[in-house]
């Protein structure tokens, strides 16, 4: 009999590897006795959970609803989708309800951007934009529209109805706006008759309106020439034999213009006057001769040539 | 483990059903802390809802049974912990104040509650005193209740090796428990 005891490593192990498998297996029923701790330390790992260990479900089921998963048992906030026809599969990496409500947007938007009635106006547009760049000229209510956004028209117009009240109105209808012969402007054709332009001219005063601004000024030129004088009164007497249908009363009274003729008015005696005297300059390349400061004569004067 | 039931459960979680998903979620998730507290104690909770954000992302797709979903879900929590640490290395931060075991919600039976946390919680800390490796071997096979291959196949080890290192967690703890003489 030995006088020592063994040292503890001697002797048969207290437990083998089978028995390490069941204690990580959980069987604990033959467990030896060495590894009973052990068992019951790892039977205290898989024990039921505590209150710390739920606290995430409220998130983590917040995010199962977000991502369109949470829909059983609450009322429906989606539209439900129709079920896939059983040949059809839905492709594996696609989500089914979140991320076809997207396109759908767009669709509603590319549709409501091609309807017809926005079409066939963009294309209305279009052919009328190209034919106003292949003739380069602008027609009917697109002229009044140039002529608006143009800044000679809008000079013109300003001047027209700065003017005096009686003084015959610029037209801005189509019909007024028609193209006439510029003041500054050669013309080929043969002058007219004496008759013709002051019937014409005076005409305006007893129907204003009745031709535009820029005709009344080609007439007043015409008239200028002819008399060799800008002054009311000569120039009324120079046309008194061919107007007195329009006037038969101041044909009466030798040879003076109506009262309302006789004194136009500054302001339409100016501004005609002015639009005179740079054509009477331009034609004749020079305005000794003429009132070329776009005074005339005094209302009234009584300046017989 | 939830059992036979596993199939209809995730079935119906797939297709949106809340109380379904509460059973799997229950049925996991104090594991899955548990595991997270003894590799990372510092981030378990953050890892934690950005495994379960992963999961309910990826869970119309998942096909497998019961431990194929416990390897997933592990998987899963074990990639966002490693990032985690991650971001930690490289943004440190401090910590807030931790939640004082006073302010946690008392239930009827908070005696039996607080014994059988005082145990698992022992039993932890017990685990945490081995060698890293050897600790989430044997966490991984006995609170995610995965058989070794899928734990191998989890730490990109060979299943022998995990083997090993799971024999030796044990003895490690036998020791200790023996020379100690800690009681659970």
Redesign the interface.
Known sequence: MPDSLPPPGWGPAP?D?RD?DA??A?KTADVPV??R??A???A???????????Y??A???A???A????????PAATMLLEALPAGSRRR??R??ARHRVRPARRHLLRRAVLRPAVLSAVAAAAVIVVAVLVTGNFAGPFRAIAHMASPSAGTRSSAGTTGHPAAPRVETSSAGLETTPPPSATYSSPPPSPSGICHAFYADFLHPGLSAWATQQYLWEQLIKQVHSDSWGKVYRYCAPYVKDLFPDASAGQNQPPPALANPGPAYQKNLGEQAGGAAKSHSGSGSDQSSNGQGDPPGGGSNP | MVGEDFAALLAAAQRGSEQAFSVLWRDVNPALLRYLRVVASEHAEDVAAETWVQVVRGLPRFTGDETAWRAWLFTTARRRLLDQVRLRKRHPSEPLDEISPMDIPRTADAEQVAMDHMATESAMALLSRLPEQQAEVVFLRVVAGLDTEAVAELLGRSPGAVRVAAHRGLKKLATLLSGAGVTL
């Not at chain 1, 991502?67 to 609450?74: P, S």
């Open positions: 437990f590897e390490l204690v990580l959980g060495a590894l701790p052990v019951d330390a790892l205290a790992l898989r024990a039921g959970p505590v209150a710390a260990e739920l995430g479900e998130n983590a089921m995010e199962f609803r991502l369109g998963l949470g829909q059983a048992g609450r594996p990496g989500r089914p």
